[in-house]
């Protein structure tokens, strides 16, 4: 049966443009691109016209031109220290992307997962068609400040060094490493043994940001007692539980710890592992500690002792900061969200030894 609109239908295999519609319609193209963009422009009639020629040929508007034509792509980046794979292991991301995607869902936004391009975090900035950016982790600056910068994108920036000028959210990581370790020392502890995320600084062993903070505060602590870092062993890994699992084993064969302090709830899980591995009880012969607090935290067996991050709050916070600078409104300085100790089932005082 014929089509009862007149003008011209789009080829087939073609995809329909504003110009089929305005001709189905009986309408100009500007009266097509109002009643997409500025319906209040044109008469409710005209505009419901539009919008059911639209649905019947198969039209929908080219979205990547109205963004290049408005500058705006109502789109967040989140610009990511790793690749997503590594990214994506990590539980910590997935309740930091829920606090963003709070924000985003309420003020009409969209999230841009953003990994490095070649493994640069510079050179993936170009290539995301973003209205600003979240900046996760940054190293000391390898010039990606001046660029997003240079560029006159807004950004924030989290668990990374503060920039002069630059807003940024972070959490208080030395208060809370000193306070796990404190507790760790009031039980009686010191074998001591610590399971950290891997430094990933400009530099093999240098460390920035918060696991440089979180240093900073287990020294503190570890002073209060007159030790120092010559008295506790320390391994770096990355944030899996396998590797915190086979770090455990590691630091059991050669030191034989008390206690276990782990950078990372992942890390803590997976010494843990290793632990009830080697016919180890937890904590009746080894404590362990992590820092995060996520959701399995509560429930692991034992309940695991760790430091309280407000992962989620860190995460609309970001995201609050990043669209008032896009909208011009006033910047924000340097955020800091407290930390808490949480004492669970996985710490005791150590057993005495013959």
Request: hydrophobic letters at 40%; aromatic letters at 6%; charged letters at 20%.
């Amino acid at each position: 049966m014929a089509s009862k609109r007149s003008g011209a239908e789009p080829g087939r295999g073609r995809k329909p443009t504003s110009g089929d519609v305005a001709a189905a319609a009986g309408v100009s193209r500007s009266a097509v691109s109002f009643a997409f963009n500025n319906p209040q422009r044109i008469s409710a009639a005209t505009r419901d016209r539009i919008m059911a020629v639209a649905q019947e040929i198969g039209y929908t508007p080219n979205t990547l031109a109205r963004m290049l034509q408005s500058g705006a792509t109502q789109s967040l980046g989140v610009l990511l220290p790793q690749r997503l794979a590594r990214i994506l292991e990590n539980p910590y991301y997935a309740r930091f992307l829920m606090g963003a995607g709070q924000v985003c869902d309420q003020e009409g936004y969209t999230l841009l997962l953003t990994p490095p391009l070649q493994d640069s975090v510079l050179k993936a900035i170009p290539y995301a068609a973003v209205d600003g950016f979240i900046v996760c982790g940054l190293e000391t600056d390898r010039g990606e400040v001046a660029e997003l910068q240079r560029r006159n994108i807004p950004f924030v920036l989290i668990d990374s060094d503060g920039q002069s000028g630059a807003p940024s959210v972070d959490v208080d990581d030395q208060g809370g490493a000193r306070d796990v370790t404190r507790h760790l020392l009031e039980l009686g502890h010191r074998r001591i043994a610590v399971v950290s995320i891997g430094a990933g600084g400009p530099e093999p062993g240098e460390h920035w940001g918060p696991l440089a903070r979180r240093l900073d505060g287990i020294a503190e602590a570890l002073a209060e007692v007159g030790m120092t870092w010559a008295d506790v062993p320390m391994a770096e890994v990355p944030v899996t539980r396998t590797d915190g699992y086979q770090v455990t084993r590691a630091l059991m064969a050669q030191h034989r710890p008390t206690a276990i302090l782990a950078l990372s709830d992942v890390l803590a899980y997976g010494a843990v592992d290793a632990l009830h591995e080697l016919g180890v009880d937890v904590p009746g012969e080894v404590s362990v500690t992590g820092f995060d607090d996520l959701a399995e935290s509560a429930w692991f067996r034992p309940r695991l002792t760790t430091v309280r991050q407000p992962i989620v709050t860190k995460g609309r916070t970001a995201a609050d900061f990043l669209i008032s600078a896009i909208r011009g409104e006033d910047q924000h300085p340097h955020q800091v969200l407290g930390t808490s100790l949480v004492v669970r089932d996985s710490t005791a005082p150590p057993v005495a030894r013959a």
